[in-house]
């Protein structure tokens, strides 16, 4: 699934080409993907120009001047790509449409943005560009981590009732917008903390020690285009590459990293997803 590096960096990708451009036509070819559409979303497209292209979390935030802000997740197998862009920063023609190009968007600079997703985890909805943070999907998400809201002091308290181990707690979206299993993995690492710890045993400076290495490896992730696993890719149909940079998501059985550490690379399943981590080094 994409996480935050994944979707800024599509978001990057696709602002070029849509920030300040007029949506001439969108074509909607289901009527649902995790969700239903929103009502009559072709033609409260159709004719908007988007005057912003924001990221909160994992969702792709298209503001319009119609008042109204779409909305996009990339669920599990989404992907937004952009062809034929007048900029001439995609080389390629627009391809033939594919069994699973489910919503497109004609630009009218010329460009062609197309959400493709085979497994149908992704979602779509319009509402109020000023109700935006009241909207189910966005209200109950906590601080960006690159934000100024997410710091020492705010993820002190936040993890100071959590019962839970700490891989867990960072998990929910309540406690920090955007991170998944592979980017808490290396945060864990990184920090060399045991992710079976409880958060609230964690001592202040340990979990203070979190905020900078949770903005760096975001940082590194997104610079390198994010991580590309499955069906991930860029808006230009490239790959990320964090993935070659992994020091434990995926690497069980590999020797560790850490600079004297002779351990290996354990996995575990924490909430029925796979943690990586070096059971010598991180305690
Ligand atoms: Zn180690």
């Given at each position: 699934m994409p996480e935050l590096p994944e979707v800024e960096t599509v978001r990057r990708g696709l602002a070029p080409s849509m920030e300040g451009h007029v949506i001439t036509r969108a074509d909607?070819?289901?009527?649902?993907?995790?969700w239903p559409f929103p009502d009559s979303m072709a033609a409260r497209l159709?004719?908007?120009?988007?005057?912003g292209l924001r990221r909160r979390s994992k969702y792709i935030l298209a503001d319009l001047d119609t008042g109204e802000t779409l909305i996009i997740h990339l669920g599990m197998s989404g992907r937004m790509t952009v062809s034929g862009d007048p900029l001439g920063?995609?080389?390629?023609?627009?391809?033939a449409p594919e069994k699973h190009d489910h919503v497109v968007f004609h630009m009218a600079n010329g460009a062609r943005v197309t959400f493709n997703d085979a497994r149908r985890f992704g979602a779509m909805d319009l509402a109020e560009t000023a109700q935006l943070e009241e909207h189910w999907l966005i209200k109950p998400i906590g601080p960006e981590p690159l934000g100024n809201d997410f710091n020492e002091s705010y993820l002190i308290a936040a993890l100071s009732?959590?019962?839970?181990p700490i891989k867990t707690a960072l998990l929910d979206q309540h406690v920090?917008?955007?991170?998944g299993n592979i980017y808490v993995c290396e945060v864990l690492f990184r920090a060399g903390i045991?992710?079976?710890?409880k958060a609230r045993d964690l001592s202040d400076k340990r979990v203070a020690s979190l905020v900078p290495i949770i903005r760096d490896v975001l940082a590194e992730a997104i610079n390198a285009g994010g991580s590309s696993l499955k069906d991930y890719r860029q808006a230009d149909g490239e790959l990320g590459y964090f993935q070659h940079g992994f020091q434990a998501y995926d690497r069980e059985g590999h020797p560790c990293q850490t600079y004297g550490c002779t351990g290996k690379i354990s996995r575990i399943t924490q909430s029925g997803r796979s943690t990586f981590y070096c059971p010598k080094c991180q305690r």
């Open positions: 909607v070819n289901r009527p649902d993907l995790r159709s004719g908007a120009k988007v005057t920063q995609f080389h390629h023609d627009h391809p009732t959590r019962n839970t920090v917008a955007g991170l045991n992710p079976k710890r």
